[in-house]
Structures are given as structure tokens and as C-alpha cells.
Nanobody, 127 residues
Framework: QLQLVESGGGLVQPGGSLRLSCAAS????????ISWFRQAPGKEREGVSC????????NYTDSVKGRFTISRGNAKATVYLQMNSLKPEDTAVYYC????????????????????WGQGTQVTVSS
């Protein structure tokens, strides 16, 4: 069964940090561009960050630039989202998603191209 599994969410105070992980089961994560999305209650799912197949391209939505960092693990089996200086408005369920692509420097933060989704992990930023 092909699936993605996120971990690392939790409750953190404003200004704190969390690191989310995305691991693949049943397929090789290194062959896919990987994206992180989030969805807050009552809001649409939005793209947060993405990374290309070999990590040569990364993109971030404006609201997280300078605070979040996406990266691939050394074995390319895991993708991380390091989140620093967290704000209450970062509170959401965070999802990782994979897109099959033959382009090494491509990644997308749009929902529609994604082939696989994880189940999500809750991030709550509150004092």
C-alpha cells in the first residue's frame, strides 16, 4: 500500500519550534517532489512549502519565509519541515504530499497535481 506518514506535530508556545517529518511507505520518496500543506478550521488547504526531487529547488509561501525550512534527509527517505518562530496563525493540520515528476528542479504548492497524501498532523501554537 502506497502511503505517506507525517509526524512531529504538537502543542507549542508562540515563538517555539517544531520539526515535522514525512516518510513514505511502499514507494521511494526520492523519486517525487514533496510538498507541505496546511488546513486551519474553516479555511481552504494551502501550500506551505515544497522541495524538488533532489532538493535543488525549494519554495515557500510568503507567510512562512524566513521561519520554515524544508529539507530531505540524507537517505532521501524522509522530508522534513523545520518550523521556527511559530505564531498562533500557524495553527493547522499539516499534510505532506507527493507528486510524481521527471523534472529534477520542479515542485508545486498547488493541491491538484499531488498523487499521494498523508493523513495529517496537528500543529497548535498557543500560550
Amino acid at each position: 500500500q502506497l502511503q505517506l506518514v507525517e509526524s512531529g506535530g504538537g502543542l507549542v508556545q508562540p515563538g517555539g519550534s517544531l520539526r515535522l517529518s514525512c516518510a513514505a511507505s511502499g514507494f521511494t520518496l526520492g523519486y517525487y517532489a514533496i510538498s507541505w500543506f496546511r488546513q486551519a478550521p474553516g479555511k481552504e488547504r494551502e501550500g506551505v512549502s515544497c522541495i524538488s526531487r533532489y532538493g535543488g529547488t525549494t519554495n515557500y509561501t510568503d507567510s512562512v519565509k524566513g521561519r520554515f525550512t524544508i529539507s530531505r534527509g540524507n537517505a532521501k527517505a524522509t522530508v522534513y519541515l523545520q518550523m521556527n518562530s511559530l505564531k498562533p496563525e500557524d495553527t493547522a493540520v499539516y499534510y505532506c504530499a507527493a507528486e510524481s515528476t521527471r523534472t529534477n528542479y520542479y515542485c508545486s504548492m498547488s493541491v491538484s497535481p499531488m498523487n499521494f497524501w498523508g493523513q495529517g498532523t496537528q500543529v497548535t501554537v498557543s500560550s
